[in-house]
T-cell receptor, first 115, second 110 residues
Framework: KAGVTQTPRYLIKTRGQQVTLSCSPI?????VSWYQQTPGQGLQFLFE???????NKGNFPGRFSGRQFSNSRSEMNVSTLELGDSALYLC??????????????FGPGTRLTVL | DQQVKQNSPSLSVQEGRISILNCDYT??????FLWYKKYPAEGPTFLIS?????DKNEDGRFTVFLNKSAKHLSLHIVPSQPGDSAVYFC?????????FGTGTSLTVIP
């Protein structure tokens, strides 16, 4: 079974630009969650999509948005980029998005650098 | 506000000895806890989990202990191997999302 894939793996943008990251979950998984990893903060939850609907949302500004398609692939968009958005963005897929249904499987991440 | 904390950013252990990684949490409503291991340039991979109704769960060389009264969990690796060198994250489930700690970088010295 193929794992979670994320594209692109690396991205360099400048302040004020916008960016779209993509995540393809494991086949059959309906839940996709997005996380931001920075050195001092660890993994911070951004949002979770399940069956094309945003089910949960973390404490991030509205510049961070996402969506999920009918094939469960998900995209995350960040508008008006700031220097502080430089981070590793991880997506994770799971069957149902609930702890009791099993662990999440993470992709390798997209390293975003904002200059 | 960090609801899950790993206060030791790094840990070095001799091969063959025990590695103990610690994690503290503040929310008593967390009911499920997990440990993940992360190698450079890879996403975290699931290691072991424990439900709040248990105080210990074992899987091979890995054991997780949960002390609910102290809001503390720990991961024991015995014996430690060089391949265990990685960053370890603890995570807690709140009912609708996972909260992660900041990670502990474990180095196992051959």
């Amino acid at each position: 079974k193929a794992g979670v894939t994320q594209t692109p793996r690396y991205l360099i943008k400048t302040r004020g630009q916008q960016v779209t990251l993509s995540c393809s979950p494991i086949s059959g998984h309906r839940s996709v969650s997005w996380y931001q990893q920075t050195p001092g903060q660890g993994l911070q939850f951004l949002f979770e999509y399940f069956s094309e609907t945003q089910r949960n949302k973390g404490n991030f500004p509205g510049r961070f948005s996402g969506r999920q398609f009918s094939n469960s692939r998900s995209e995350m968009n960040v508008s008006t980029l700031e220097l502080g958005d430089s981070a590793l963005y991880l997506c994770a897929s799971s069957l149902h998005g609930r702890a009791s249904s099993g662990e999440q499987f993470f992709g390798p991440g997209t390293r975003l650098t904002v200059l | 506000d960090q609801q899950v904390k790993q206060n030791s950013p790094s840990l070095s252990v001799q091969e063959g000895r025990i590695s103990i990684l610690n994690c503290d949490y503040t929310n008593s409503m967390f009911d499920y806890f997990l440990w993940y291991k992360k190698y450079p340039a890879e996403g975290p991979t699931f290691l072991i989990s424990i439900s709040s109704i248990k105080d210990k769960n074992e899987d091979g060389r890995f054991t997780v202990f949960l002390n609910k009264s102290a809001k503390h969990l720990s991961l024991h690796i015995v014996p430690s191997q060089p391949g265990d060198s990685a960053v370890y994250f603890c995570a807690a489930w709140s009912g609708n999302q996972f909260y992660f700690g900041t990670g502990t970088s474990l180095t196992v010295i051959p």
